[in-house]
């Protein structure tokens, strides 16, 4: 049973390759395994994360070789996940090979992980720090998780956003001018 009140959307910013455009104009964008992954560094911090995953990461279906990613706004600005800094869109854009896309999406599908201690775990993993340094990082990372809903902006120096659903075409508008 529905109330009749259409689901409120939240924007988030996403890049794709730009061979994939036509693609995502017609199917729009899918969870996928490792997205516009190519590491192996990275590669293997997300498959050690994943492994390590608590019982309601499971629930929610929120693991990082299945999930979108996305970029957070921060007003007119997007939060640059390289730095943590605001930048202008255009700006963030233009310094990039990928096509950028504003996208809709339902923001209890939403979480925001901290890719300062991502950035840990992989460092981790790559130096063969002991096991136990490895499984406290996954579980202090898995525990910083949260829902994009309890989000307070700035409180994440670097936030990425994860996104547990497919995106349909209407959700999607192209943002880079040569798209």
Request: charged share 30%.
């Amino acid at each position: 049973m529905t109330n009749g009140c259409k689901q409120m959307k939240t924007t988030l910013y996403h890049e794709i390759e730009p061979q994939t455009l036509d693609d995502v104009r017609r199917n729009g964008l899918k969870r996928k395994g490792d997205g516009e992954k190519s590491d192996s560094d990275t590669k293997t911090a997300d498959a050690y994360l994943d492994t390590h995953r608590p019982p309601e990461t499971i629930r929610a279906q929120l693991c990082r070789d299945g999930v979108l990613y996305g970029f957070l706004p921060a007003g007119d600005r997007i939060v640059d996940i390289r730095n943590g800094a605001e930048v202008d869109i255009a700006t963030f854009d233009g310094d990039r090979p990928q096509t950028l896309l504003r996208i809709a999406v339902d923001p209890t599908h939403c979480f925001v992980s901290d890719l300062d201690l991502y950035d840990r775990v992989k460092r981790a993993l790559k130096t063969a720090e002991s096991d136990d340094e490895c499984h406290r990082l996954a579980q202090v990372y898995w525990q910083r998780v949260i829902p994009l809903l309890d989000y307070e902006p700035g409180s994440i120096r670097r936030p990425e956003v994860m996104v547990v659903a497919d995106i349909e075409p209407a959700d999607i508008e192209v943002v880079s001018p040569d798209g």
